[in-house]
C-alpha cells in the first residue's frame, strides 16, 4: 500500500474547476445576451452549471477532509490563509462602491441639485428599518459567536440552536431589507443616488444570502456530527465570512443610510 | 461613572470568562444573546413598528426632474420602464404616477 511521506493533500484530478470555468463563461455571456436580445437560456444553462459545481466541488471537499482524514494541521492552515484572502478580496470588492458613493456624495453635481441627497430623492429614515437591520446582524455576531464556543466545548444541543438561531436572524434581514427595496420611494434608475444605493446595498444582500447558506450548510454538518471540539474549520471559514457581512453593513449603514440622508 | 448591578454582574462574568481557558465561553455568549442580542432586537423592532405608524407616509409630490427617473436604456423585464421592486404607490414612472390613490 502506497504512503504519503508529507502531511500535505494531493489533490485527485477533478472536472470542476473546468464546469466552474464553464460556467462562469455562460453567466457572464448570458447576461449581456440577455440585455442586448431578451434571451434567457445562455443564462439559465450558465447558473445551473455554476451550482451543480459549487455543489459538488464542495461536497468533495468534505469528503476529503471529513471522511478521508486529509485535512492536517498544514492542509487546514493553507484553507485559513485561503479564506482570508478571498475574504480580503470582497473587501476591496465593497471599497470600490464605497468609492463611488463618496465620490458622488462628496460633491454632488449642478444635474443633482448640487445637494446631497439629490434634490427630489426622499431618503429612508435611518432610525427605523435600518437600525432595525443593524441591530438584527449585531445579534446574529452574538449568537454565531456563541455557537462557536458551544462547538469547542462540546455543547451539541447549544451548538444547533445557537446556529440555527443565527440563520434565523439572517433570514430575518434579508426579508426586512426586500420590504424595505419594495416601500422605497426611489429605485435603482433615479440617478447617482440611486445606483450607488441599490448596488452597494444589493450586493451586500446578496452576500447575506451567501452567509446564510454557508451558515446552513454547518448546521446540516453539525447536525451530522462532522464538527469535533477541536476541528471544525468549515464552521469558522463560515463564522469569518458573517462577521465580515456583518462589518460591511456597517459601514454602509453610517455612510449610506445615515451620513448620506 | 457608577455601573448598576447588572452591568457589574455582567462584567465579573466576562472576567471570568477570559480567564478560565474555554470554560463557560459558551455560557457567556448565551447570556450575552438572550439579556444583550435579543432584547435589542426586540427594542428596534418595537422602535421601528411605532415609527412607522406615528407618520403613515403620503404620496410624494411628482415633480419630473430630469436627473431622476433615467430611462436611457430599457429594463431588460416587462415593458422595460418599471425597476424591479416597482412600488405603484411610491414610484413613480418618468411621466407620473400610476396610481394617485393612497
Given at each position: 500500500m502506497?504512503?504519503?511521506?508529507?502531511?500535505?493533500?494531493?489533490?485527485?484530478?477533478?472536472?470542476?474547476?473546468?464546469?466552474?470555468?464553464?460556467?462562469?463563461?455562460?453567466?457572464?455571456?448570458?447576461?449581456?445576451?440577455?440585455?442586448?436580445?431578451?434571451?434567457?437560456?445562455?443564462?439559465?444553462?450558465?447558473?445551473?452549471?455554476?451550482?451543480?459545481?459549487?455543489?459538488?466541488?464542495?461536497?468533495?471537499i468534505?469528503?476529503?477532509?471529513?471522511?478521508?482524514?486529509?485535512?492536517?494541521?498544514?492542509?487546514?492552515?493553507?484553507?485559513?490563509?485561503?479564506?482570508?484572502?478571498?475574504?480580503?478580496?470582497?473587501?476591496?470588492?465593497f471599497?470600490?462602491?464605497?468609492?463611488?458613493?463618496?465620490?458622488?456624495?462628496?460633491a454632488?453635481?449642478?444635474?443633482?441639485?448640487?445637494?446631497?441627497?439629490?434634490?427630489?430623492?426622499?431618503?429612508?429614515?435611518?432610525?427605523?428599518?435600518?437600525?432595525?437591520?443593524?441591530?438584527?446582524?449585531?445579534?446574529?455576531?452574538?449568537?454565531?459567536?456563541?455557537?462557536?464556543?458551544?462547538?469547542?466545548?462540546?455543547?451539541?444541543?447549544?451548538?444547533?440552536h445557537?446556529?440555527?438561531?443565527?440563520?434565523?436572524?439572517?433570514?430575518?434581514?434579508?426579508?426586512?431589507?426586500?420590504?424595505?427595496?419594495?416601500?422605497?420611494p426611489?429605485?435603482?434608475a433615479?440617478?447617482?443616488?440611486?445606483?450607488?444605493?441599490?448596488?452597494?446595498?444589493?450586493?451586500?444582500?446578496?452576500?447575506?444570502?451567501?452567509?446564510?447558506?454557508?451558515?446552513?450548510v454547518?448546521?446540516?454538518?453539525?447536525?451530522?456530527?462532522?464538527?469535533?471540539?477541536?476541528?471544525?474549520?468549515?464552521?469558522?471559514?463560515?463564522?469569518?465570512?458573517?462577521?465580515?457581512?456583518?462589518?460591511?453593513?456597517?459601514f454602509?449603514?453610517?455612510?449610506?443610510?445615515?451620513?448620506?440622508? | 461613572?457608577?455601573?448598576?448591578?447588572?452591568?457589574?454582574?455582567?462584567?465579573?462574568?466576562?472576567?471570568?470568562?477570559?480567564?478560565?481557558?474555554?470554560?463557560?465561553?459558551?455560557?457567556?455568549?448565551?447570556?450575552?444573546?438572550?439579556?444583550?442580542?435579543?432584547?435589542?432586537?426586540?427594542?428596534?423592532?418595537?422602535?421601528?413598528?411605532?415609527?412607522?405608524?406615528?407618520?403613515?407616509?403620503?404620496?410624494?409630490?411628482?415633480?419630473?426632474?430630469?436627473?431622476?427617473?433615467?430611462?436611457?436604456?430599457?429594463?431588460?423585464?416587462?415593458?422595460?420602464?418599471?425597476?424591479?421592486?416597482?412600488?405603484?404607490?411610491?414610484?413613480?414612472?418618468?411621466?407620473?404616477?400610476?396610481?394617485?390613490?393612497?
Amino acid at each position: 500500500m502506497a504512503h504519503q511521506a508529507h502531511a500535505y493533500h494531493m489533490v485527485d484530478p477533478s472536472p470542476w474547476p473546468l464546469t466552474g470555468a464553464v460556467g462562469a463563461l455562460l453567466l457572464t455571456s448570458g447576461l449581456a445576451v440577455w440585455f442586448h436580445f431578451h434571451s434567457t437560456i445562455l443564462l439559465s444553462l450558465g447558473l445551473i452549471l455554476l451550482l451543480l459545481t459549487m455543489y459538488q466541488w464542495w461536497r468533495d471537499i468534505i469528503r476529503e477532509g471529513t471522511f478521508q482524514g486529509h485535512h492536517t494541521p498544514p492542509v487546514q492552515k493553507g484553507l485559513r490563509f485561503g479564506m482570508i484572502l478571498f475574504i480580503t478580496s470582497e473587501v476591496f470588492f465593497f471599497l470600490g462602491f464605497f468609492w463611488a458613493f463618496y465620490h458622488s456624495s462628496l460633491a454632488p453635481t449642478p444635474e443633482l441639485g448640487g445637494c446631497w441627497p439629490p434634490t427630489g430623492i426622499t431618503t429612508l429614515d435611518p432610525f427605523e428599518v435600518p437600525l432595525l437591520n443593524t441591530a438584527v446582524l449585531l445579534a446574529s455576531g452574538v449568537t454565531v459567536t456563541w455557537a462557536h464556543h458551544s462547538i469547542m466545548e462540546g455543547e451539541r444541543e447549544q451548538a444547533i440552536h445557537s446556529l440555527t438561531l443565527t440563520i434565523l436572524l439572517g433570514f430575518y434581514f434579508t426579508f426586512l431589507q426586500a420590504m424595505e427595496y419594495y416601500e422605497a420611494p426611489f429605485t435603482i434608475a433615479d440617478g447617482v443616488y440611486g445606483s450607488t444605493f441599490f448596488v452597494a446595498t444589493g450586493f451586500h444582500g446578496l452576500h447575506v444570502i451567501i452567509g446564510s447558506t454557508f451558515l446552513a450548510v454547518c448546521l446540516l454538518r453539525q447536525v451530522q456530527y462532522h464538527f469535533t471540539s477541536g476541528h471544525h474549520f468549515g464552521f469558522e471559514a463560515a463564522a469569518w465570512y458573517w462577521h465580515f457581512v456583518d462589518v460591511v453593513w456597517l459601514f454602509l449603514y453610517i455612510s449610506i443610510y445615515w451620513w448620506g440622508s | 461613572m457608577s455601573l448598576s448591578t447588572a452591568a457589574l454582574a455582567t462584567r465579573r462574568v466576562l472576567a471570568a470568562a477570559s480567564h478560565s481557558s474555554h470554560e463557560g465561553g459558551a455560557r457567556t455568549w448565551k447570556i450575552l444573546t438572550f439579556v444583550l442580542a435579543l432584547p435589542g432586537v426586540g427594542v428596534c423592532m418595537a422602535n421601528a413598528y411605532m415609527k412607522m405608524h406615528a407618520h403613515p407616509h403620503h404620496q410624494e409630490e411628482f415633480v419630473p426632474y430630469p436627473h431622476l427617473r433615467i430611462r436611457t436604456k430599457k429594463f431588460p423585464w416587462g415593458d422595460g420602464n418599471h425597476s424591479m421592486f416597482h412600488n405603484p404607490h411610491t414610484n413613480a414612472l418618468p411621466d407620473g404616477y400610476e396610481s394617485s390613490h393612497h
